[in-house]
């Protein structure tokens, strides 16, 4: 688990800055919903506080990762609807979704596999231990409070799974003062959405409680499963798939006078949720995380954070009624992480994790647990306008033994306004326990997945614009495939991916404006009669625009009005790896309004895909046409 410890900003600060530290780091986005109506503002990237990229607290200025943050404000502003809507337009990053909302999303980053990006909820490791994937539609986009996205490898300091990044998810925080929120909202196919919450702090105490509830009857997730021998979802069941969700979050924290920290959060979620299948086509899921850390400074420069963590991953799944299997995985974790800070403008981190995976239900694995455990070490100096950072890790894995990577970054401030950096790092990704153990599929010889991955950037603030571009490219080998001589996975193939992002922020005429470009080109590398192709479902173009202005109270003294859209467009890419079958590019506009009536009262509306584009990011899956989407919000 990963924190928002001390801030390093150019020296160590001591004594009651680490408090000061701590709060800003933890009340930023809370600070973003209580920005008054009309008075939204652009948030300076450089000024955002990063926990993720480093696992210590920094200012995006100073990490030497690419990273991209979706702070609170971002969300209401954007009238963001889910998890995946609000990943979409983060650089380098796609998504595959198979029929709608609650339906199962998978996520590319940088052209890695779905299985290649760690998600992390509050510092907690997610995930179910049998697909090696996170299920994003469990969780409510109005219980976040800010999402971080490291784009390239993390092993070196997080282990398996942070071959293509991380994503890092913060659930709604305490504030310093009492807040209430709660909206009402209705759309296309008849989708109804509530959610309530409250923040505050008292004796001492912060508390943070929110629920959300979702039903929607969905649309017609798969067309002409059939059509193709062993392709789509094996089933022809033209009717709408619906689905159904319930979440609630929680939060406290505790400061006690000799300066140690504690604070613990909670999330649970029940769903059901509807779709096309010929062995399932119906599922009844049950996830929560449940997180606890205390963080104390044994002296002034020391830093000893130490947490837990436990998540659970259980689904009920049915055909036409009947039951027909129960999934279940549990992971149990703890870490301990202490931050050296001896020299000034140095800090040097040493930690170990633990983790436990369980898996259960109606199907039986020759192995049902695994232990991992880690070690870890990084150290960031910064020298005048130089900041270099190396760090690296040892896994010792009870299935496949002990694992070795490491990193290194170094930065240079050319100028006040310009930076560049370059870095490299292995990584790997363990073997799922449906890739080593599943009965009549799994192969308990796989080996890791692993990766090399070089990378040079800059970024630079121009005329109040923040730019930045990053180019990268990564080797990897040992890939995980169904090898149909031995009828089970093997680690037969390998993959260069090499790409370029670029991004663009700022203000212009009163108009708050975003946009990034990312050019890929993923290339299978195996050898054989696939060798040269694109790896599935990667675009190898991917454009985001994101444009909003607020226009006042337009004269007539009814509040404060703002409009917005979105554009996105992704190039044409293959949903096979013999580059068969072809998925058609696209482009959606999404546009929005809201009207903020009083300082507590506000109305939303937004129209998605506005121009009705039929497309589909995997094949035979259908995508939501032309939708519209009416909330009502309250803040106080």
């Known amino acids: 688990m990963i924190f928002e410890n001390r801030l390093i900003t150019g020296r160590r600060l001591r004594g009651a800055a680490l408090v000061a530290a701590l709060v800003t780091a933890s009340a930023l986005p809370a600070q973003a919903q209580q920005v008054a109506a009309g008075e939204r503002a652009a948030v300076t990237t450089s000024d955002e506080v990063i926990v993720t990229a480093s696992r210590i607290a920094e200012t995006a200025d100073e990490t030497l990762a690419p990273v991209s943050v979706i702070t609170r404000d971002e969300i209401e502003r954007r009238q963001i609807r889910s998890v995946p809507d609000a990943l979409r337009r983060v650089p380098g990053l796609t998504l595959t979704n198979n029929g709608g909302i609650g339906k199962a999303t998978s996520v590319f980053l940088r052209g890695t596999e779905s299985d290649h990006v760690l998600v992390l909820i509050n510092g907690v490791k997610v995930g ?80 943070s409680a929110s629920t959300n509830y979702i039903r929607t009857d969905g649309f017609n997730s798969c067309g002409d499963g059939t059509t193709v021998p062993m ?21 406290l924290d505790y400061a006690f006078s000799n300066g140690i920290k504690v604070e ?17 086509n119906e ?20 830093d000893v954070t130490a947490s837990v963590g436990h998540t659970v991953d259980d689904a009920d799944n049915f055909l036409d009624g009947t039951y027909e299997s129960t999934f279940k995985t549990e992971r149990n974790s703890l870490s301990l992480q202490n931050d050296l800070y001896i020299l000034d403008n140095q800090v040097t981190t040493l930690g170990a994790d633990f983790q436990r995976d369980l898996v259960s239900g109606s199907t039986s694995y020759v192995e049902d647990s695994r232990d991992n455990t880690g070690v870890f070490a990084q150290h960031r100096a910064e020298f005048g306008r130089h900041t270099v950072q190396l760090s690296g890790r040892v896994d010792e894995n009870e299935q496949f033994g002990g694992y070795l990577t490491g990193g290194a970054a170094y930065g240079y401030r050319i100028t006040d306004n310009l930076r560049a950096t370059a870095s490299y790092g292995t990584a790997f990704k363990a073997p799922s326990f449906n890739e080593l153990y599943y009965p009549g599929f799994g192969n308990e010889d796989l080996d890791p997945e692993q990766s090399e991955t070089a990378e040079i950037g800059l970024a630079a603030t121009v005329g109040g614009f923040e730019l930045g571009a990053n180019l990268f490219h990564t080797e990897i080998d040992d890939l995980i495939s169904y090898d149909s001589t031995i009828f089970a996975p093997a680690n037969v193939d390998k993959a260069r991916i090499t790409g370029l992002e670029l991004t663009a922020s700022g203000e212009v005429a ?14 299978n590398a195996s050898g054989g009669a696939n060798d040269g192709n694109l790896l599935p479902r990667r675009a190898e173009q991917v454009y985001t625009l994101s444009v909003d202005r607020e226009l006042g109270g337009l004269g007539l003294g009814l509040g404060e009005f ?75």
């Open 510 to 523: 009163g108009f708050l404006v975003s946009a990034a470009a990312t050019f890929l080109d993923p290339v």
């Open 283 to 302: 599922s009844e899921s049950v996830n929560y995380v449940l997180g606890a850390r205390a963080l104390a400074s044994p002296t002034d420069f020391w």
């Open 562 to 636: 703002a409009v917005g859209g979105d554009v996105h467009h992704e190039s044409e890419r293959y949903d096979n790896l013999a580059n068969t079958t072809k998925l058609d590019a696209y482009t959606t506009l999404d546009l929005r309004a809201s009207w903020d009536a009083t300082e507590n009262w506000g109305v939303g509306v937004k129209l998605s895909n506005v121009f009705d584009e039929d497309y589909k990011t995997a094949s035979y899956y259908n995508q939501q046409g032309r939708a519209f989407f009416l909330r009502l919000t309250y803040r106080r």
């Open 128 to 207: 179910s231990a049998t697909l090696g994937t996170f299920n994003f539609e469990s969780l409510s986009i109005d219980d976040v409070e800010r999402i971080e996205v490291v784009r390239g490898p993390r092993s070196h300091l997080y282990g398996s799974e942070a071959l293509g990044g991380i994503i890092q998810i913060f659930t709604r925080k305490p504030t310093e003062t009492t807040h209430a929120h709660a909206s009402v909202g209705y759309g296309t196919d008849d989708t109804v959405e509530g959610t309530a919450g409250f923040s505050g702090r008292a004796s001492g105490v912060g508390f």
């Open 231 to 251: 392709g789509g979802c094996f089933a022809n069941q033209p009717d709408k798939d619906g689905f159904e969700r319930s979440t609630v979050t929680g939060a």
């Open 264 to 280: 613990a959060t909670g999330l649970y979620a029940t769903s059901e949720n509807e779709y096309d299948g010929s062995t399932s």
